[in-house]
């Protein structure tokens, strides 16, 4: 071989790893740069957030094209969507010191399983991190999505579960939860998830119809609750899945 051809293909070579680099560069970045846009705005603020948020990659949920780091909800099929990044950082924050690791969370309307997924990290594989979503086939994508991402081995040791199931039943199973999250519009909070709220629990619920607003529930050691108003939201309603699947 000429010195002509050795030149030609290790600059080839170098361009090559060069590219690679560039590309894994710069796909790391976007899923730090979604969360750092979310920390410029004072909805991402502690570490513990920010490092599940950037450990559970979002383009591994969304369906395939979405633009995944975009701060925008998404439809995922079924009536459903994917909340925006903005209100998975909310509600994380909401429920920070309720996802402890140890600690019992559950997710009900778990979709995709991405807010899920983050729960499981916070937790630990000591922990519980339960979804329940009533589309199967929802649940069924979820599982796979979970298996892709980082918080596959916890799904493989049990300490993260996603269920087929009327969400507004909660899960009595790993009852009573730390930390409960609903991911749909309630009409009014269901009973069974304040019943299934751990004293000193948090309950991160959206209320209302056309209006609505994201409520905060704290179970008093007591057994007593305090409710108070987070912020007006917009959600996709917590119904049947009969209603859903007509389009409410
Ligand atoms: C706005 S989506 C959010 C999903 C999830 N948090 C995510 O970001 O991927 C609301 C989800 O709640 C589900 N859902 C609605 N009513 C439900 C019920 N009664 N029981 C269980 N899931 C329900 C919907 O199918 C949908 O997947
Ligand atoms: C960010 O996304 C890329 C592309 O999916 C992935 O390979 C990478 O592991 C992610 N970064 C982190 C920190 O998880
Ligand atoms: C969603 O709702 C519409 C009505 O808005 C309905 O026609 C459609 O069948 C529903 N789609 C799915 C996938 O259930």
Request: aromatic letters at 8%; a neutral charge.
């Amino acid at each position: 071989m000429s010195w002509n051809r050795v030149l030609l293909f290790s600059s080839i070579l170098f361009y090559v790893c060069i590219q690679q680099q560039f590309w894994a560069g710069s796909s790391i970045n976007k899923n730090k740069s979604m969360v750092e846009h979310l920390q410029r705005y004072g909805i991402v603020q502690s570490k513990k957030v920010t490092e599940a948020m950037e450990s559970v990659d979002r383009a591994l949920f969304v369906p395939d094209g979405s633009s995944a780091y975009e701060d925008s909800p998404m439809p995922i099929g079924f009536n459903a969507t994917i909340s925006a990044p903005h209100m998975h950082a909310t509600c994380l924050q909401l429920l920070e010191k309720n996802l402890q690791p140890g600690m019992h969370a559950l997710d009900v309307g778990s979709g995709t399983g991405y807010l899920t997924a983050c729960f499981a990290l916070m937790v630990g594989p000591q922990g519980r991190a339960v979804g329940v979503e009533h589309i199967p086939e929802l649940v069924a994508m979820s599982l796979k999505n979970v298996e892709k991402s980082a918080a596959a081995p916890l799904l493989k040791d049990g300490s993260l579960a996603l269920h087929v199931g009327d969400g507004r039943e909660g899960w009595p199973e790993f009852a009573p939860y730390d930390a409960i999250h609903v991911g749909a519009a309630a009409p009014e909070i269901p009973k069974p998830l304040i019943d299934q709220l751990k004293p000193g629990g948090r309950l991160v619920i959206p209320v209302g119809n056309i209006y609505q607003e994201l409520k905060v529930v704290d179970k008093n050691e007591d057994g007593s609750v305090k409710v108070r108003t987070e912020t007006s939201v917009r959600y996709v309603p917590l119904t049947s899945k009969e209603a859903q699947l007509r389009g409410y």
